[in-house]
């Protein structure tokens, strides 16, 4: 798996040893995610907003109405920085100073460019269905020209941004390891609900909201 080169922005400084550059913990950490944010300059103010997020390949997809006064500035090559976090967990210390928490996170740097061939914004599109209800593209009605025209569906290349993960227990002074504190993790997960019908449709339930609700409560 390719390792992309730290640039000045991405390298990290505070706890590198939590730092990853593996094209592959990015990968894992944007797909295990339904939204990201988005902070940008406007030229009078700085925003961060969350946005619907996928990847195909090695790039980064949003989408929006053409009315979206944010997707017109990014389709121009406005710069973003997207942040990404997963919270999996409070690390309690022995010492209030050493307490930490256990987090998945990235954050990526670049310029988002427009998908204008309505074939390929089409099939970036599938690829978001599928992404969150697999098999779902077979069931539902596909958007119309008009539709799809007034949508923008962007990309922007995975090729600068900064992982770091925190997994663990507790690291605590030696100092403080004999004192009559309890110490570890509690763990914390997004799991998954059961599905619930619409009220008095007459549809048969589908693989995919079957096997959602088989794995209700487990994490996602």
């Not at 969150?132 to 923008?152: F, H, M, Q, S, Y």
Request: proline share 6%.
């Amino acid at each position: 798996m390719r390792k992309t080169a730290p640039t000045p922005r991405t390298r990290i400084r505070r706890s590198p040893e939590y730092a990853h550059y593996d094209t592959r913990q990015l990968y894992d950490i944007i797909d295990a995610a339904h939204l990201c944010h988005i902070a940008f300059h406007d030229g009078n103010s700085v925003h961060s907003l969350p946005m619907a997020c996928w990847r195909v390949g090695d790039h980064l997809h949003i989408h929006g109405s053409t009315g979206s006064r944010l997707m017109q500035s990014l389709c121009i090559g406005m710069e973003v920085s997207i942040s990404i976090c997963h919270f999996d967990g409070l690390v309690l210390a022995r010492s209030a100073f050493n307490h930490s928490m256990n987090y998945r996170s990235a954050v990526i740097y670049g310029c988002f460019t427009p998908i204008n061939d309505e074939t390929a914004k089409l099939e970036v599109l599938d690829h978001f269905m599928e992404r969150l209800a697999p098999g779902r593209v077979r069931d539902i009605r596909n958007g119309n020209r008009k539709e799809l025209g007034a949508t923008i569906v962007l990309r922007l290349p995975l090729t600068e941004a900064a992982v770091k993960i925190r997994a663990g227990g507790p690291i605590d002074d030696e100092k403080d390891l004999d004192l009559p504190v309890w110490a570890g993790v509690l763990p914390v997960a997004l799991v998954k609900l059961p599905a619930i019908a619409e009220p008095g449709q007459q549809i048969a339930t589908p693989d995919y909201v079957s096997s959602w609700t088989a794995d209700a409560h487990k994490p996602v």
